[in-house]
């Protein structure tokens, strides 16, 4: 199952005629510099090349009004000042005599890219498409696109496939109103939108993109939007957003199908984003999605106007669609305050409609007109200050470094198993020479005579070394004893260069937790034991009263307490280990694999009791990288269980910052 990209030449073949300076980052060398980077790196040569087509008028016509095709039509046989005549009734876009045709084969190559997924052709992919399509509307060209290409593809694959429920992701900086326009009254498609806002003084400058607008009718709760009140925003910023609101909200909503407008305007060195995310944010956001709707993901270009960091961004989306481990998170220290106000915002507004987010610690719903009003105009002296500030910055050139060359391990993932245990297609069993001295040290270390125990252990040290070497991914053992494994994997990480050792447990493994404070780990237990006292800053105990059975209640915590510690923690190893009745579904236990492998390059290390045996093929073909089946529509997570959950991170907010979901109530930094 590969990865599709999508891509010809002719949409190249139209530019900018006349002087508009509002439209001249919109240039053919968009295209071909994201293209040519994806053919040098060798991405381009992995993915299954499908060949673009124009879209029919029936496709068109799911989405737009005749009499806009109709005029649209006509463009090709204009004079040139016919043309800038009829830009002149659209906002921020320009005609050209092949615009047409190219806006029939970026639709088109939409349409093909979703027929490549559907029909199981290929897992996911990527179109890289010019003219843009999230701006127009039913009988409009706006913002640089003619016909809305993702839209359509979302009707067309409801329509020809039967699908149910549809995901538009609109990560670009802007707000893609022609798809809200589009969908704000149907249920089936949910829309989620974060974009540059500066309340309503940026482009669109529309009231509907703020956070209130949340759908209508029938699709009420179905269109999420994150208005962005300040430039500058970066990987955190972005990270928590997702954890926090899209992420629960798309896993309670379970979509069929997960459309992208991947615009790489919101990536840092956008002239018209100023925001200050790293490309290689892209591989965590695509990492995210990529376990829904059963991996189905289709990601679709949209804006990203600085040619470097759009090939990046391009570069390190496709990469994470082929399969390859997502680099290291670097320094995510925590949303801004700006940010924080608006994840407060839309988690406020939505609380209503997602179950997720209806047993949410109370949000004050009253006032935020006032604080509107409030920050528009009370900002004074110093608001001022750091405004002119900012715009003196983005006139600079920025620098950033080039995101880490990313490389896949030679060994995927490797299986220490009991003799017994056949070892699923795809994956190498892994043996380790043994070395009488290191057998006599383990054999003194866990008291063990037991030669089984003491090959295990063994292998495991050698396992975790190769990991840390890039030799192997990741990887999985099955073990007589999870708790004297796990010890021994925590022990040896420390001396194998291991700086952090990310611990997941699921159930009631035996953790000794001396020693867990110096940073070194950090513990996080599922289990349905009492709710003890939170351990520290490095050791979490999450009590779910169920234990891990409830599938709604631990997808909420792994979304919105697990990911963001994890994220910001950046371990450089993730082990992983589940007991036997932990009562968590292979389904779940899949999701959480697959979500934990954007940490750590994707070095996980999986420890099962041996009694587990059933559950080594879903496991490794999670770590294989093949999406988790989905979860189907989630219903609401037991009240007691949001509740602790949300006390569980209002203690920990202090020492974790990607935990916070809301500002500060007096005087926050801004960065
Ligand atoms: C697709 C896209 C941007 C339009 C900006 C107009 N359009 N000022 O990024
Ligand atoms: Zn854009």
């Known amino acids: ?197 500066e309340h309503q003084k940026y482009w669109p400058q529309l009231r509907d993109s703020d956070y209130g607008c949340v759908g209508k009718e029938k699709g009420a709760g179905f269109n999420i939007n994150v208005p962005w009140n300040k430039v500058g925003m970066k990987n955190s910023d972005y990270l928590s957003v997702f954890c926090h609101v899209l992420l629960p909200i798309a896993y309670e909503f379970s979509p069929d199908l997960v459309l992208v407008c991947a615009g790489f305007d919101s990536a840092i060195g956008d002239p018209e984003g100023e925001m200050r995310a790293s490309p290689d944010v892209f591989a965590h956001l695509t990492h995210l999605l990529m376990n829904l709707a059963g991996g189905k993901l289709c990601a679709v270009l949209e804006g990203g106007y600085n040619l470097t960091s759009l090939h990046q961004s391009v570069c390190q989306t496709v990469q994470t669609l082929l399969g390859d481990p997502a680099p290291r998170p670097a320094n995510l220290d925590g949303p801004c305050t700006s940010a924080l106000e608006s994840l407060h915002c839309v988690r406020a507004a939505h609380r209503q409609y997602w179950s997720c987010l209806k047993h949410a610690a109370e949000l004050p719903t009253s006032d935020f007109s006032t604080k509107r009003i409030k920050l528009d105009e009370g900002g004074g002296e110093e608001e001022e200050r750091q405004k002119t500030g900012e715009e003196e910055k983005s006139t600079e050139e920025e620098a950033w470094p080039e995101p880490p060359k990313r490389f896949t391990p030679p060994v995927s993932t490797a299986l220490v198993l009991p003799e017994g245990v056949a070892c699923p297609d795809g994956c190498k069993r892994f043996t380790s020479s043994e070395d009488p001295v290191i057998i006599n040290k383990l054999r003194e270390k866990f008291l063990t005579d037991s030669d089984d125990d003491l090959t295990t252990l063994s292998s495991l040290t050698a396992l975790v070394e190769k990991m840390e070497k890039n030799e192997i991914g990741n990887g999985l053992a099955l073990v007589r004893d999870v708790s004297m494994a796990m010890m021994c994997v925590v022990e040896h990480a420390a001396t194998a260069h291991h700086d952090r050792v990310l611990i997941v447990c699921v159930g009631d493994a035996v953790v000794q937790s001396q020693g867990t404070d110096d940073g070194k780990t950090l513990l996080v237990q599922f289990s349905n034991k009492e709710s003890e006292e939170q351990k520290g800053k490095f050791h979490i105990p999450v009590c779910l009263k169920k234990g891990c059975s409830d599938v709604s209640g631990f997808t909420q915590a792994v979304l919105g307490l697990l990911l963001p510690l994890g994220y910001q923690y950046d371990p450089s190893l993730v082990l992983l280990v589940r007991t036997p009745g932990s009562g968590l579904c292979d389904g779940a236990w899949q999701q959480l694999t697959g979500l934990l ?32 089946p989905s979860l189907g529509k989630l219903h609401a997570p037991l009240t007691e269980d949001v509740e602790a959950l949300e006390r569980l991170r209002l203690g920990l907010q202090a020492d974790w910052k990607l935990l916070r979901t809301t500002a500060p109530e007096t005087g926050g930094e801004e960065h």
Not at 601 to 626: D, Y
């Open 1 to 197: 199952m590969g990865t599709a990209l999508i891509y010809d030449e002719e949409m190249t073949k139209y530019k900018l005629l006349w002087v508009d300076p509002a439209c001249k980052i919109e240039v053919p060398e968009r295209l071909t510099v994201s293209h040519e980077a994806l053919v040098k790196t060798g991405l381009a040569d992995r993915c299954v090349a499908v060949p673009v087509r124009e879209a029919t008028e029936a496709d068109i016509l799911l989405v737009h009004s005749e009499e806009y095709l109709e005029a649209v039509k006509k463009t090709p046989y204009m004079t040139l000042e016919e043309l800038k005549e009829f830009t002149l009734q659209y906002g921020d876009v320009y005609f050209h005599p092949n615009i047409y045709h190219c806006a029939k084969l970026a639709a088109g190559a939409t349409l093909q890219l979703v027929d490549s997924v559907m029909t199981g052709k290929v897992r996911n992919g990527m179109a890289l498409v010019r003219p843009p399509g999230h701006h127009s509307m039913r009988s409009a060209a706006s913002g640089f696109c003619v016909f809305n290409n993702v839209a359509i593809a979302a009707r067309y694959a409801k329509q020809k496939y039967g699908i149910k429920r549809v995901l538009i992701v609109d990560w670009d900086v802007h707000h893609g109103q022609g798809v809200q326009y589009c969908f704000e009254d149907d249920p089936s498609v949910l829309y989620f939108s974060w974009h540059r806002y």
């Open 597 to 628: 492998q954007g940490l750590a390059q994707g070095h996980t290390l999986v420890l099962m009791q041996e009694g587990e045996k059933a559950c080594v093929g879903p496991t490794a073909s999670s770590l294989l990288g093949v999406a988790a």
